[in-house]
């Protein structure tokens, strides 16, 4: 499973859900299967995804909050699992794309195959789900309503050539819309 | 700045309707930290970019915040505040403890210090100096930017040394 598909799939269960995406080819993704004003789409600050997504998930407890994040973006701001872990936010699921490397910038590796995410996650008392393949990453999805968050779902997809669009919004309507939106 | 102003800062930004108070401890700041503890409206957490990530996610769900840090963690943080928050413009009030403010503060906070003034600056960031005589002013300056979407600094220099 490529990432691009990987996040259609999770787009499908999360059309009425506000979702935060992390900035790079991840923004994109989302932008090309799934736009709407409750997104928020990062195009800088990388790392930050999961922060942001904690501080709506903290002061919109009704709603349910996605972060669309990657193994590079988690990694530079590991801390966040470790606040996510201790605040406990029921309403936020966090969707780490995994492809081992830093596909944005051309490629490069990240350690992400030399130690394990999910364990870091479970250590930092996250619900964690480690997922390979489509019909896995549905189920998972289907039963995370009735469950409590904070919920990690450690989803494995490979490297591809495909890319989707550049996100063409200014940041200032990506905001206004936004905070429109979920008020 | 002495300890009965720092801990009216915090009240009065509490009774002015922020509700959020985030950022990573600084000594310079602490009577105000404090404050904020017994008030149970401070959240500690691991890193400044960390916190301002949380603090633009509470605006973003428009719920007004406070980030307080130190000016080496304001250094730390800069690439967040360009291309998140002055780039979405986000209204954020940062509270600044400026180290090195004295020339005879700890060595690792003289360059840092030195260049305080010239980072805000080069920023672009308005900001303003608290002292005991004028903050409550520049406090509410720092409000009426925030209604306007514009994000402020505010600075309390660190004038003991220990």
Same mark, same amino acid.
Request: positive net charge; contains cysteine; aromatic residues 8%.
């Given at each position: 499973m490529?990432?691009?598909?990987?996040?259609?799939?999770?787009c @499908?269960y999360?059309?009425?859900? /506000?979702? /935060?995406?992390?900035?790079?080819? *991840?923004?994109?993704?989302?932008?090309?299967?799934?736009?709407?004003?409750?997104?928020?789409?990062?195009?800088?600050?990388?790392?930050? %995804?999961?922060?942001i997504?904690?501080?709506?998930?903290?002061?919109?407890?009704?709603?349910? #909050?996605f972060?669309?994040?990657?193994?590079g973006?988690?990694l530079?701001?590991?801390?966040?699992? /470790?606040?996510?872990?201790?605040?406990?936010?029921?309403?936020?699921?966090? *969707?780490?794309?995994?492809?081992k490397?830093?596909?944005?910038?051309?490629?490069?590796?990240?350690?992400a195959?030399? #130690?394990?995410?999910?364990?870091?996650?479970? %250590?930092?008392?996250? !619900?964690?789900?480690?997922?390979k393949?489509?019909k896995?990453?549905?189920?998972?999805?289907?039963?995370?309503?009735?469950?409590?968050?904070? =919920?990690?779902?450690?989803?494995?997809?490979?490297?591809?050539k &495909?890319?989707?669009?550049?996100?063409? =919004?200014?940041?200032?309507?990506?905001?206004?819309?936004?905070m429109?939106?979920?008020? | 700045?002495?300890e009965?102003?720092?801990?009216?800062?915090?009240?009065?930004?509490?009774?002015?309707?922020?509700?959020?108070?985030?950022?990573?401890?600084?000594?310079?700041?602490?009577?105000? *930290?404090?404050?904020?503890?017994?008030?149970?409206? =401070?959240?500690?957490?691991?890193? &400044?970019?960390e916190?301002?990530?949380?603090?633009?996610?509470? #605006?973003?769900?428009?719920?007004?915040?406070i980030?307080?840090?130190?000016?080496?963690?304001?250094?730390?943080?800069?690439?967040?505040? !360009?291309?998140?928050?002055?780039?979405?413009? #986000?209204?954020?009030?940062?509270?600044?403890?400026?180290?090195?403010?004295?020339?005879?503060?700890?060595p690792?906070? &003289?360059k840092?210090?030195?260049?305080?003034?010239?980072?805000?600056?080069?920023?672009?960031?308005?900001? @303003?100096?608290?002292?005991?005589?004028?903050?409550e002013?520049?406090?509410?300056?720092a409000?009426s930017?925030?209604?306007?979407?514009?994000?402020?600094?505010? /600075? *309390?220099?660190?004038?003991?040394?220990?």
């Amino acid at each position: 499973m490529i990432r691009k598909d990987a996040v259609e799939v999770v787009c @499908k269960y999360a059309k009425n859900d /506000v979702i /935060v995406s992390a900035n790079g080819f *991840i923004s994109r993704d989302l932008h090309s299967s799934l736009e709407k004003n409750t997104n928020f789409y990062m195009i800088g600050s990388m790392g930050l %995804a999961s922060s942001i997504g904690l501080g709506i998930a903290l002061k919109k407890p009704k709603k349910r #909050i996605f972060v669309f994040d990657g193994d590079g973006n988690i990694l530079m701001n590991l801390g966040s699992l /470790v606040t996510i872990g201790s605040l406990q936010p029921k309403n936020l699921i966090h *969707i780490i794309f995994d492809n081992k490397i830093h596909e944005s910038t051309g490629g490069q590796p990240t350690f992400a195959d030399k #130690i394990s995410i999910s364990k870091i996650a479970k %250590a930092t008392n996250y !619900t964690v789900f480690s997922v390979k393949t489509k019909k896995i990453l549905e189920n998972v999805l289907k039963k995370s309503h009735r469950l409590n968050g904070p =919920i990690l779902i450690h989803v494995l997809v490979t490297k591809s050539k &495909e890319r989707s669009s550049r996100v063409e =919004i200014s940041p200032k309507k990506i905001k206004d819309r936004f905070m429109n939106a979920i008020k | 700045m002495n300890e009965k102003i720092q801990r009216k800062i915090f009240q009065y930004f509490k009774k002015n309707r922020i509700e959020n108070f985030i950022g990573v401890p600084d000594s310079t700041l602490k009577h105000f *930290i404090d404050e904020g503890l017994k008030s149970k409206k =401070i959240l500690i957490v691991n890193r &400044e970019e960390e916190a301002i990530g949380i603090g633009a996610g509470m #605006i973003l769900a428009g719920s007004s915040t406070i980030m307080f840090m130190q000016n080496a963690g304001f250094a730390n943080s800069i690439s967040t505040i !360009t291309s998140l928050i002055q780039l979405y413009q #986000i209204p954020m009030i940062f509270l600044i403890g400026w180290r090195g403010y004295l020339k005879n503060d700890a060595p690792e906070h &003289e360059k840092i210090g030195q260049i305080q003034p010239k980072l805000l600056k080069n920023l672009n960031l308005e900001n @303003k100096i608290l002292t005991d005589k004028t903050w409550e002013k520049d406090c509410k300056w720092a409000l009426s930017k925030m209604k306007k979407n514009i994000p402020v600094a505010l /600075v *309390i220099r660190r004038e003991f040394l220990d």
